[in-house]
């Protein structure tokens, strides 16, 4: 069975400091990986993805993610939070025909 | 175009009720899936569809039918509701799974 680990339920940030959220995973094939963003009382977004080209991935708002193979990782960061960064995000794995997607972290901006 | 459209926003069961979620889309998806969010425990696949007529189980499916008679419409069916399936359920649809998905705005179950 696949699975979807993120470190760490929640993650305080300063406004303008960096934005390091983990994400790592388990599969027996080359994974499809996303990122996505959920704001209170919506549905998610996807922030990025990675299917198999470069290894680092430029998504929206500033956020960029690394596929390392070696460590099953593919964390999330952005150089310089901003308040509207705060919100919960999800790390999700497309193996065979399911998505499965990590238990995400929630984002605190501190001003 | 409306992207993924679900219906009703909140609802709430006595046990043993039964109900359908509804939810469309008018990408031309072909797929299209059902999860299920619950505190601390992120999005759990439900069921899923790759395409008209073809359906199949995910993580979670006991509790759950589901049908795809269309490429635009993807009901979820609970056929007798138990406390443990309140949440919040959310549809999403893409061409594929290496694709991105785009989600509905959510439906809140309270199953009492």
């Known amino acids: 069975a696949q699975s979807v680990t993120q470190l760490g339920s929640h993650v305080s940030v300063s406004e303008g400091a960096l934005v390091l959220l983990r994400c790592n995973y388990s599969s027996s094939v080359p994974p499809y990986l996303f990122w996505y963003v959920q704001y209170p009382n919506q549905g998610l977004q996807l922030l990025l993805k990675y299917t198999s080209a470069a290894t680092l991935v430029k998504g929206i708002n500033g956020f960029e993610a690394e596929f390392k193979k070696s460590e099953t990782s593919f964390h999330l960061t952005k150089p310089s939070a901003h308040m509207s960064d705060a919100a919960e995000y999800f790390c999700a794995v497309s193996t065979g025909n399911q998505f499965y997607f990590g238990t995400g972290t929630s984002l605190t901006v501190i001003p | 175009n409306a992207g993924v459209t679900q219906t009703p926003k909140f609802q709430v069961l006595k046990t043993g009720q039964s109900m359908t979620l509804q939810c469309a889309q008018d990408m031309n998806h072909e797929y299209m899936s059902w999860y299920r969010q619950d505190p601390g425990m992120g999005l759990r696949l439900i069921h899923y569809?790759?395409?008209?007529?073809?359906?199949d189980q995910g993580e979670v499916p006991n509790g759950y039918n589901v049908s795809r008679s269309t490429t635009e419409d993807f009901p979820l069916r609970l056929l007798s509701a138990a406390p443990s399936q309140t949440s919040v359920y959310f549809c999403?649809?893409?061409?594929?799974?290496?694709?991105?998905?785009?989600f509905g705005p959510g439906t809140r179950l309270l199953v009492l």
């Open positions: 569809s790759v395409g008209a007529g073809i359906t």
């Open positions: 999403a649809s893409s061409y594929g799974r290496e694709e991105t998905q785009y």
